[in-house]
Structures are given as structure tokens and as C-alpha cells.
């Protein structure tokens, strides 16, 4: 399947849950569902072009230089010296401006295919400082907390972008991802201007050592202290004023048995994490209630966390779609 000889791969790339309430810019993981699907077709010349792109409405633009799966494309072949050229098409399986790393996803599932398609001249891992610059382009920020776990995998902390450290963290399997993904629509580099630049120091401490403890939760399988710690006290209360109905959805989610319940990178999108499917199920149907109780639209997404990132397709194969 990934032999240099093939011409054109097919990739799913999965949607991602970035922060994880305590863990802005630092901790993302990836899901199983949605995400986007990438084909990409070595050329004969080092042209990189988008040559198609479904599920956008036409929204998402086909310049080279504009989209994030393509610029992502040129910034690694600038790395490797230049010589190849790729027609890349996108099919958006997931929402834009869903806060689910909807750039993210394109740009890591092009790289992915890409590098495949090359006979891998680089690690996975490597890949990541391109799918970064892609991400700066969408919104003007180079953060890695969805490009991060997009490309790896599971749970990714990026514990420092100058030099670049990424580590992944262990998880225990069975954990689950409800998505409440309201049909309205926030820009990230707008979620982001209005964010406080300067913290205190006494909320500062609290973040971080709920971002200590969760990972301690997550890498020790103990479900009391992941619960104990998904709380975001300084970015959820500013960007929860965007999303319509935030506190009784987030209200539902608790009250029908989640860990915990946050805003998903920058929003709209809410997440919860559970300990079974069931109950996943559960509690999405419980945050699609309250927030319909609004008179408001929503998909829900319940999967497990992703443990592979990008992925090659079987001909045909088609493995997205909103649980109800
Ligand atoms: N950490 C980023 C933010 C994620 O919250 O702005 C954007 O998806």
C-alpha cells in the first residue's frame, strides 16, 4: 500500500481535540471520527497544485500558496531540496471553523501521503514543523496542538516549541470522545484575539497543575483525577461567551456521567470524555438536548481517541460520518 512505486494515495486524517480544557497550545488528541480524506498524485514536474476540493462549499481556496494542505507540501519539499510536484485534492469531511483542527487534518493528511508517495525520506514525526507553517498561514499562529496528535496520534504535549519537543502521552484505551459540533461557525485567529494576554498568577498556578494532573490521570488510567483535573479556568470562561448555550450543554454533559466537558481548540465545538461508548452515546444526546433546547442545530461525534493518525484508505473506503 505505501510502495514508492504508487502515484496516488488516499489518506484519511483525522479531526483533533486541541487544549483539552487545561492545555492551550500545549496538549491535543486525535479522533476517529471526522476527519478529512487527502488524495494525492505525484507529478512528472515540482509543481504543487490543489486540483480539487468537496465538502467546502467552495470556501476553501485553490491557490497553492493559500491552502494548508499545500503550503505544508511546499515548505517539505523546500527541506528536501526541491524536484517533486504533486497534485493534491481534498474532500472536507469535517466542518471549517469547527474548532475539530479542520486545517490541521488537510494539511497533516497531505504531508502524510507525500511523504509516503517519496518512499518516506522522513519520520512521521518530522514532518510536523511543516504542518506548523501551515497552520501560521490558516491563522496566523504556529501552535501544534492539533497538528501535533493529528500526525502522531493518541495524546500529544507539546512540552516546548523553541527548540521543538513534542512527547506523546499514554492514555488508557478506553477512553471516549463526545463531540457537540453546533452549526455555527468561529474563526480561530478571532477566538484568539480575544484572549488575555496577561494571566494571574494564582490562576496560572491552578492551569498548570491541571494540566499536571491530567496527565498524570491519563498516563496512570485513573479516571478520578483526569475528572478532578479537565477544567479550564482562564480561556473557557472568555471564548464560552462565543458559543451559544456553552453552560448548559457543558451542564448536561456532567450531569449525564462525562469525566469532564471544555470547548475543543477554539471553539465552537464542545468535547466530553467518557469511560464506555455507552455512555459516550449517552451524554451526547444529553449535550445535543440541551443545546437544541436553543432552538440550535448540532452534529455529534463519538469516538475513540486515534491512536495512528493519518492512514492510507482501501479503494472505496469511506470511514466518515456524524454518530446522530
Ligand atoms: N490551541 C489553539 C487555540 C487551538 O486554542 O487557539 C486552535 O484549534
Not at 125 to 152: K, R, T, Y
Not at 169 to 187: A, F, G, K, Q, S
Not at 234 to 257: M, N
Request: proline share 6%; with cysteine; aromatic share 6%.
Amino acid at each position: 500500500m505505501t510502495s514508492t512505486s504508487q502515484k496516488t494515495v488516499r489518506v484519511f486524517a483525522p479531526a483533533t481535540v486541541a487544549n483539552v480544557a487545561c492545555g492551550f497550545d500545549s496538549l491535543g488528541f486525535a479522533i476517529n471520527q471526522p476527519g478529512d480524506i487527502v488524495e494525492v498524485t505525484l507529478r512528472d514536474d515540482d509543481k504543487v497544485r490543489i486540483t480539487g476540493i468537496t465538502g467546502d462549499n467552495g470556501r476553501l481556496p485553490l491557490e497553492a500558496d493559500k491552502n494548508t494542505a499545500s503550503v505544508a507540501v511546499m515548505a517539505f519539499f523546500k527541506e528536501l531540496g526541491g524536484g517533486s510536484g504533486v497534485d493534491i485534492v481534498v474532500h472536507k469531511r469535517m466542518p471549517l471553523g469547527s474548532g475539530l483542527g479542520s486545517s490541521a487534518a488537510s494539511s497533516v493528511g497531505a504531508l502524510f501521503a507525500t511523504n509516503l508517495l517519496l518512499g518516506e525520506p522522513m519520520q512521521k514525526g518530522d514532518l510536523l514543523p511543516f504542518a506548523m507553517i501551515a497552520e501560521a498561514s490558516a491563522c496566523g499562529s504556529p501552535h501544534a496542538d492539533n497538528v501535533a496528535p493529528g500526525l502522531l496520534g493518541g495524546f500529544a504535549l507539546i512540552r516546548s516549541y523553541k527548540p521543538l519537543d513534542v512527547v506523546s502521552i499514554e492514555y488508557p484505551d478506553n477512553l471516549y470522545c463526545t463531540v457537540l459540533h453546533p452549526h455555527i461557525e468561529l474563526r480561530t485567529e478571532d477566538s484568539r484575539r480575544i484572549l488575555r494576554k496577561h494571566i494571574k498568577l494564582e490562576d496560572a498556578v491552578i492551569q498548570w497543575s491541571n494540566l499536571a494532573g491530567l496527565i498524570a490521570g491519563l498516563s496512570k488510567s485513573d479516571f478520578q483525577l483526569i475528572s478532578r483535573s479537565l477544567n479550564d479556568i482562564i480561556f473557557e470562561p472568555v471564548r464560552s461567551l462565543l458559543i451559544p448555550g456553552f453552560d448548559r450543554v457543558k451542564q448536561a454533559a456532567l450531569v449525564s456521567g462525562a469525566l469532564g466537558c471544555s470547548i475543543s481548540g477554539s471553539g465552537p465545538s464542545v468535547f466530553a470524555l467518557s469511560t464506555s461508548h455507552e455512555k459516550a452515546r449517552e451524554v451526547g444526546l444529553a449535550m445535543k438536548q440541551a443545546f437544541s433546547a436553543l432552538q440550535l442545530d448540532s452534529d455529534i461525534y463519538v469516538s475513540t481517541v486515534n491512536r495512528q493518525g493519518p492512514r492510507v484508505l482501501a479503494p472505496g473506503e469511506d470511514p466518515v460520518s456524524p454518530e446522530f
